[in-house]
């Protein structure tokens, strides 16, 4: 009889289906996985080691390379760990577009989890669609930071600047003739929330088409019905957060059990799963999608109808505008210091977390009264996630691991941190 | 909301007794400080008494207090923050352990009460070189195969101390020490408590 042995395998570091840069050490049985072993911290670049030698605000762009799908939801957990730390207060009409921006980075987040995991395990059609969609989400967030990533658009007491009451255009070039530029445009006429209003009534179409090309499909159903099994029980040992613990049937949303900003005033509801497997977690993104339109619909309507300020007054914090700064001396003193040594945090210590796209991510901050950070931890949902790979690949066949990574929503920005 | 924190480290309180070094209330939150030796069995007490009820370890952070305030720092230098999170009772605790030596900081490890703390311990290790005894795997996680040295603690520079590059010569990769000069733009600077008077305007 032939002499029978495990086979171990390397999966990654670079594999299309890897999400970046995961180094899977795979051992098999046949086709059986025995025991996964993930080596991470092939994109560690100390961003949490960097920004003890930087200001409080400098730090703000690192966070948003953190997790580089969410971008503003990173940004908005290091600033309210900055505001507790301080105690300042966020004018509300910053908070609404804080809220609202963090809803229009979940569908993006969200956008970006459905289209590539089904792209890994068969669909290929799906991640062309939610990319079109991703499109006019980033050209909301070009609006109004002048990036379409890395916006560093929320800052410590409220958002950077108010939203802009013109949307940018296309130019008519040798590419884009007249007639598609027209057609590119048109619901570019008028502010950025018109454009966002204009979204959030086609998307629950999208949403539907998505849920026709992937929901009663066989083959997706196939690879993800009872694959990836979590009780809820283990979900809560393993840390798991987000869509991965609301999809085993716990339901656990910060938004809705420590309301931050203005979330306890917004109407919107929880979606849970039932099975706890890969199905159910794909289900409940999709209904957050939607969810998170109605949200967005609320802030517009809001948004609207209350105009104010969107950063705090308290120019200990936030730089003073610029004809204030150039007509007052007190305030080019403030100016001066903010951008020279920074603010002082007062001593303490305080855990910020936010309903991030993924989960819980937390950050912990320690200041010891200095002008930077004495210790920045981030607390990042993956990094759990990604921990329990093991567990949750075990007995699995080998091609299954690629639908839990997909699952598991992986971005390495955010676990190597 | 503030109610029920101050329910928390009443009970806290109650419970730890002489076992708990230190329960403060500070911006929201609760911090419970525990000798080393008592780490592991108060976590032991939190996840399973009905009161408590923390099912979930959502984070550890290690902190290197050595450079505090630029001062000199005069109690044990590493500590791991362990942050716990109930979702029965809907509240959070900062759990706090000092480790006793500097030289050879070492902690129990709670790999068996959650086992999420798997990964996060492996972290602290890593990057601070806190030993957490009974952890099944302590490997380094994040730095490198091969890395020396545990790169947060503070008196490790931030540009480190070796260089990688390509050696056309040997045709392979190359470490060498850094070539970078350490800069730093903006000062560190603390000022006297309520410098400028941040929180109010």
């Known amino acids: 009889m032939a002499e029978i042995r495990n086979y171990t395998i390397n999966f990654g570091p670079q594999h299309p289906a890897a999400h970046g840069v995961l180094r899977l050490v795979l051992e098999l049985s046949g086709e059986v996985v025995e025991r996964a072993d993930p080596h991470i911290g092939l994109l560690h670049r100390g961003t949490e080691k960097l920004a003890e030698t930087r200001t409080w605000v400098q730090s703000v762009p690192y966070m948003d390379r953190l997790d580089y799908v969410s971008m503003m939801c990173n940004e908005h957990a290091y600033c309210l ?71 560093a658009y929320y800052r410590p007491g409220g958002v ?71 009780t809820p029980e283990q979900a809560k040992a393993w840390g798991f957060t987000g869509a991965m613990l609301r999809g085993s049937g716990v339901a656990w949303d910060l938004r809705k059990k420590q309301p931050y900003e203005v979330y306890d005033r917004l109407d919107f509801d929880i979606p849970v799963g039932k099975e706890g497997d890969c199905y159910d977690r794909y289900l409940v993104r999709m209904e957050e999608m939607r969810q998170s339109n109605r949200i967005i619909k609320q802030c517009i309507d809001w948004l609207r109808k209350n105009p104010g300020p969107v950063i705090t007054g308290n120019h200990k914090v936030a730089p003073p505008s610029r004809e204030a700064m150039k007509s007052n001396m007190e305030e080019l003193i403030h100016h001066f210091k903010l951008f020279s040594e920074g603010m002082h945090v007062p001593e303490g210590e305080v855990y910020a977390a936010i309903e991030h796209p993924k989960g819980e991510f937390g950050v912990y901050a320690v200041s010891d009264g200095a002008n930077k950070p004495y210790r920045l931890k981030l607390r990042s949902p993956g990094f759990a996630h990604l921990a329990a790979m093991d567990a949750m690949a075990k007995g699995h066949l080998l091609a299954d691991v690629v639908a839990i990574i997909g699952t598991m929503d992986i971005v390495f920005g955010d676990v190597d941190r | 909301m503030t109610t029920k924190i101050e329910r928390l480290s009443a009970l806290l309180g109650e419970h730890f007794g002489e076992r708990a070094k230190s329960i403060v209330i500070d911006r929201g939150e ?11 069995s108060a976590a032991i007490e939190l996840r399973d008494r009905a009161e408590f009820a923390f099912e979930q370890l959502v984070d550890v952070s290690g902190v290197d207090y050595s450079a505090w305030a630029n001062r000199e720092w005069t109690r044990e230098r590493y500590a791991a923050s362990t942050h716990l999170l109930s979702i029965a009772n809907n509240w959070r605790l900062r759990l706090r352990a000092f480790a006793p030596d500097d030289g050879f ?69 190359v470490y060498q020490p850094v070539t970078i000069e350490p800069r730093e733009n903006t000062p ?6 309520n410098y400028g008077d941040v929180g109010h305007g």
């Open chain 1, 81 to 151: 760990a900055i505001e507790r730390l301080i105690g300042v207060e966020v004018p509300e009409r910053g908070q609404y577009i804080r809220v609202m921006f963090d809803e229009i980075t979940r569908i993006l987040n969200h956008l970006l989890a459905i289209g590539t995991h089904a792209l890994d395990i068969g669909a290929m059609t799906m991640v062309l669609y939610t990319f079109r969609e991703r499109e006019d989400l980033m050209d909301a967030y070009e609006a109004v930071s002048g990036a379409r990533m890395h916006a």
């Open chain 1, 160 to 230: 950077y600047r108010d939203l802009p009451d013109q949307m940018p255009q296309y130019e008519a070039s040798k590419w884009k003739n007249a007639e598609t530029v027209r057609q590119l445009n048109e619901n570019r006429q008028g502010s950025l929330l018109d454009f966002l209003e204009d979204f959030t009534n086609r998307f629950p179409k999208y949403c539907d088409d998505y849920e026709t090309l992937l929901t009663d499909n066989r083959i997706w159903k196939q690879r993800t019905v009872g694959i990836g099994v979590v």
């Open chain 2, 30 to 40: 609760v911090t419970l400080e525990v000798a080393a030796d008592d780490y592991r």
């Open chain 2, 105 to 173: 900081p070492v902690l129990d490890s709670l790999c068996d009460v959650w086992p999420s703390a798997n990964w996060f311990e492996r972290e602290v290790f890593d990057l601070f070189g806190i030993m957490f005894s009974g952890h099944p795997d302590l490997r380094r996680i994040l730095t490198d195969y091969g890395f020396v040295g545990h790169p947060f603690r503070k008196d490790f520079p931030v540009s480190g101390y070796v260089e990688m590059r390509y050696d056309p010569e040997q045709r392979r990769v």
């Open chain 2, 188 to 193: 560190r600077v603390v000022r006297e408590a």
